[in-house]
């Protein structure tokens, strides 16, 4: 199982971070969430949201409103847009595979397979 | 801050024992399953133990997962400088309806 992040590097205040998320080697309908990581420079980990391929989406609460992932598996690759960004976006941003399982108690997750990470600067 | 509390950072010597404790709540820890996860600096995070005690294939028996009540800890015995990085815990939140990571342990090996 592979995972490799891509897109711009540099996204301007107020705009929308865009990234994509290649899998390679499993199958987006396998059975996994797939979902999305950040760390801000010097900080710790922060999840961003996770999705199914049914479409079904976890996120974090305080990025509910800026946030969207998507997924297309036709291309086997899964997306993340984020509005109107700030400095305080300025991340490495992962892409992992994410086994969920909410339905059962104790809930059960774990991410096992991560991409590089790519930074994204927020900057004018 | 986190909702998932961790120690900044931990220390011991070579050969020693350290455990890193993650301390949550009933609706975090409490009634859900805790991973754990290495990051050497410039790199992607590792899962290292995942079901509150599993270890998945390729990580040595130096590392184990406890989990009691609304606290795991992680335990690395047989130190060596190699396992110095950055060591996090996460889980569900069912308040939240979320994941949530602990703030993160810097492991440093004298």
């Known amino acids: 199982v592979q995972l490799q992040e891509s897109g711009p590097g540099l996204v301007k205040p107020s705009e929308t971070l865009s990234l994509t998320c290649g899998v390679s080697g499993f199958t987006l309908k396998g059975g996994y969430y797939w979902g999305w990581i950040r760390q801000p420079p010097g900080k710790g980990l922060e999840w961003i949201g996770s999705i199914y391929y049914t479409e079904s989406t976890y996120y974090k609460p305080s990025l509910r409103s800026r946030v969207t992932i998507s997924v297309d598996t036709s291309k086997n690759q899964f997306s993340l847009n984020l509005s109107s960004v700030t400095a305080a976006d300025t991340a490495i941003y992962y892409c992992?595979?994410?086994?969920?399982?909410?339905?059962?108690?104790?809930?059960?997750?774990?991410?096992?397979?991560w991409g590089p990470g790519t930074l994204v600067t927020v900057s004018s | 801050q986190s909702v998932l509390t961790q120690p900044p950072s931990v220390s011991a010597a070579p050969g020693q024992k350290v455990t890193i404790s993650c301390s949550g709540s009933?609706?975090?820890?409490?009634?859900?399953?805790v991973s754990w996860y290495r990051q050497v600096p410039g790199t992607a995070p590792k899962l290292l133990m995942y079901d509150n005690n599993k270890r998945p294939s390729g990580i040595p028996d130096r590392f184990s997962g406890s989990k009691s009540a609304t606290s795991a800890t992680l335990g690395i015995t047989g130190l060596q400088t190699g396992d110095e990085a950055d060591y996090y815990c996460?889980?569900?939140?069912?308040?939240?309806?979320?994941?949530?990571f602990g703030g993160g342990t810097k492991l440093t090996v004298l």
């Open positions: 996460v889980t569900w939140s069912s308040s939240l309806i979320s994941v949530v």
């Open positions: 992992a595979r994410h086994l969920l399982h909410v339905e059962m108690t104790p809930v059960r997750g774990y991410f096992d397979y």
């Open positions: 009933s609706s975090s820890i409490g009634n859900n399953y």
